[in-house]
């Protein structure tokens, strides 16, 4: 690739991968540091990425996702999760973890954690919910761009059933939704998809210059 807009140009959601072709492990961990380098509302990061990589798991994930073949086929599925609840505890280890890693003062600190303290107070757990399905999109979009950077593929997918994902993986217990799930992997040689033009619009009908 010759550059960032070759890759994005190169990358689609994949409609058949190729079940044979798995990603290696140094692959799997750069993903996993760029979901956890995703900007964040205040940086609050609520959201938590569930890699499963279990042929048995991954096959009886697709009942639950409409069908798409892709949950079995790729080589690992990332499913992004949202925190339930922002509490004032989850708060102040957000603070205490600043405060370790940048050693400001309780000084500095306390007007903005007493202020997010204040406001996450008065959210509704389904605003709550809002916000955070929200900074996962953030990390989907970061995914796929450095997937495309890295020549990997994926296939970005809202089509599934939350409550049975939360359910086979286990997450509700740790106070976790899946919201968004991101099959990734090499495509198959015979998807016809892959070398389908990108339909988008034209620049001037999806840009606004203000000069």
């Known amino acids: 690739m010759n550059s960032s807009i070759d890759s994005l140009q190169w990358r689609y959601a994949v409609k058949k991968f190729d079940a044979t072709k798995l990603l290696n492990e140094l692959k799997i961990d750069l993903l996993k540091e760029a979901f956890n380098l995703t900007a964040t509302s205040y940086g609050l990061q609520p959201i938590k990425l569930v890699v499963v990589h279990n042929k048995e798991l991954q096959e009886n994930l697709v009942a639950h996702s409409y069908n798409q073949q892709q949950v079995a086929q790729a080589s690992h599925v990332l499913v992004l999760c949202i925190e339930t609840d922002i509490s004032e ?8 973890l600043i405060k370790e890693v940048r050693n400001t003062s309780d000084e500095i600190l306390m007007p903005f954690r007493d202020s997010l303290r204040t406001t996450f107070s008065k959210m509704a757990p389904e605003e709550v919910k809002s916000w955070a399905t929200k900074q996962a999109y953030l990390a989907l979009g970061n995914l796929l761009t450095v997937c495309a950077l890295e020549q990997i593929d994926s296939c970005p997918m809202e089509g599934f059933n939350p409550e049975k994902y939360d359910e086979l993986l286990g997450v509700k217990e740790m106070g ?21 033009e990108k339909v988008r619009k034209p620049l001037a009908d999806s840009i606004i210059e203000l000069n």
Do not use: C, K, Q
């Open 176 to 196: 976790l939704n899946s919201v968004l799930v991101l099959p990734v992997g090499y495509r198959a040689a015979d998807d016809m998809f892959a070398t389908l």
């Open 89 to 96: 505890a989850y708060i102040r280890n957000y603070f205490n």
